[in-house]
């Protein structure tokens, strides 16, 4: 296939694909299959980095019980009582909303439907009396399950990720990494069978370890202040995963949970390709050690956007100019990419690469260039620590067209439109025009 008048590097040319690569890049080229770019920028296929694969598929069948979309307790009882029946899945509550709400206020306020409603941090689910019945389930009797996600998951086999991965491609991705910590083997065989035609690595479990398979990605470690691990067993659990060449991927959100990270790394000998996902609070001896350690950061630039007014009520204001860096991170040369963390983010790359590039007045120190945002997308499928992918010879055909050329895309990305997606060769995606 040939794709004529694409715009790379501010210059109008042809490229050619072949055998799932990039053959060639030329003007005036010719031959049998043609598209035309209509001058669009040519760019690599994007790669969200930290996504929840059938967490965002559910959400998609779900409601929004939080900001920005509901923000008081009557807009939520409002979206909660719209026509439906059978269960109702309830993403994105804050307290906020209407303070912490359980079993009796859902009874009370909510529609005569099995209920659950996930705070935004994932680990709590709030249920209704119907839910807790159908589910068998009776204590606790307020109806607010920590860390129950595979009780509660229980009755409910995979969602459909068909039109999760249609939008996924019409955005111009090509690739996921799969981060669930739950992830065991049925959920990687589930990956494997219904994500195509996406590239996709999967971490979770240790179990996967065993499978050999060079899809299988970073053990996930998962571990919250509440209940934080001893420094020895936390280094035991990295080390056994090192002695399989494994690495990890360290889920750090507040400053305890990055430091006893690097602590437990540092005393296991940190592997090439070591992650810490999202690095929410950093300072700079945070990042001077992740520097060190040579840690791979995988930080989603969207939630600044999504949650600055949050951040700015709950957030100690000494921590404020720590939120989720990236201009410190890229100036001190640490390895850095990015991930939507959806269902938790929005799973728009370009929202979050505008995000990056115009950040809420006060967190304005750490943007960075349209171009560093986009690098942070289109890193290889198994490595987000090394180089961008490139438009180049020899590439794997793993690219987006763009509606238009990149001066005016880099403008503001966030309203830029992908007007096709290949990946290995194959036109995945098609913007009708
Ligand atoms: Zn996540």
């Known amino acids: 296939m040939i794709i004529k008048n694409v715009d790379l590097d501010g210059q109008l040319t042809d490229v050619r694909l072949a055998d799932g690569l990039i053959a060639e890049i030329d003007d005036n080229l010719t031959g049998l299959n043609m598209i035309d770019g209509h001058?669009?920028?040519?760019?690599?296929?994007?790669?969200?980095?930290?996504?929840?694969?059938?967490?965002?598929?559910?959400?998609?069948?779900?409601?929004?019980?939080?900001?920005?979309?509901?923000?008081?307790?009557?807009?939520?009882?409002?979206?909660?009582?719209?026509?439906?029946?059978?269960?109702?899945?309830?993403?994105?509550?804050?307290?906020?909303?209407?303070?912490?709400?359980?079993?009796?206020?859902?009874?009370?306020?909510?529609?005569?439907?099995?209920?659950?409603?996930?705070?935004?941090?994932?680990?709590?689910?709030?249920?209704?009396?119907?839910?807790?019945?159908?589910?068998?389930?009776?204590?606790?009797?307020?109806?607010?399950?920590?860390?129950?996600?595979?009780?509660?998951?229980?009755?409910?086999?995979?969602?459909?990720?068909?039109?999760?991965?249609?939008?996924?491609?019409s955005w111009g991705i090509t690739g996921v990494t799969e981060v669930t910590p739950s992830n065991s083997i049925a959920e990687f065989n589930h990956y494997l069978k219904n994500t195509a035609p996406l590239r996709v690595t999967v971490m979770g479990k240790a179990a996967l370890s065993d499978l050999g398979h060079n899809q299988v990605g970073p053990l996930k470690l998962h571990y919250h202040d509440h209940d934080l691990p001893e420094l020895d067993n936390l280094a035991t659990e990295i080390n056994a995963a090192h002695n399989r060449g494994r690495n990890v991927a360290a889920h750090c959100v507040t400053r305890a949970e990055l430091m006893l990270t690097l602590a437990a790394i540092e005393q296991a000998g940190p592997l090439a390709g070591d992650r810490i996902e999202h690095a929410a609070i950093a300072d700079e001896a945070a990042i001077d050690w992740m520097k060190k350690l040579d840690m791979i950061v995988v930080t989603q630039p969207n939630f600044i956007a999504e949650r600055v007014d949050a951040y700015v009520e709950d957030v100690e204001p000494h921590d404020l100019p720590h939120l989720w860096r990236l201009k410190s991170f890229q100036d001190v040369g640490l390895k850095l990419a990015a991930g939507s963390d959806a269902p938790f983010g929005d799973p728009n790359p370009w929202k979050a690469m505008a995000a990056a590039v115009s950040r809420p007045s006060g967190f304005e120190n750490e943007a960075i260039s349209p171009e560093t945002a986009l690098a942070l997308y289109t890193k290889p499928v198994n490595d987000a620590g090394a180089p961008a992918r490139q438009i180049a010879v020899g590439e794997q055909a793993d690219i987006c067209l763009l509606d238009c050329n990149w001066a005016d895309a880099r403008r503001d990305l966030a309203v830029v439109n992908v007007r096709a997606t290949w990946i290995g060769g194959e036109l995945v995606y098609h913007l009708v025009d």
């Open 39 to 169: 001058g669009g920028a040519l760019i690599p296929g994007l790669h969200d980095h930290h996504i929840h694969l059938n967490g965002t598929a559910a959400a998609m069948n779900s409601v929004r019980c939080g900001p920005p979309e509901v923000t008081a307790a009557a807009k939520l009882i409002e979206v909660l009582n719209k026509p439906g029946s059978g269960w109702l899945r309830g993403v994105g509550y804050h307290h906020s909303v209407a303070g912490e709400i359980d079993r009796a206020w859902l009874d009370e306020h909510g529609p005569d439907r099995p209920i659950r409603i996930q705070h935004r941090g994932g680990r709590l689910w709030i249920l209704n009396s119907l839910a807790m019945n159908e589910l068998e389930l009776s204590e606790p009797n307020n109806g607010r399950f920590y860390d129950a996600d595979l009780h509660i998951r229980k009755t409910s086999s995979f969602p459909d990720l068909r039109p999760l991965i249609q939008k996924l491609l």
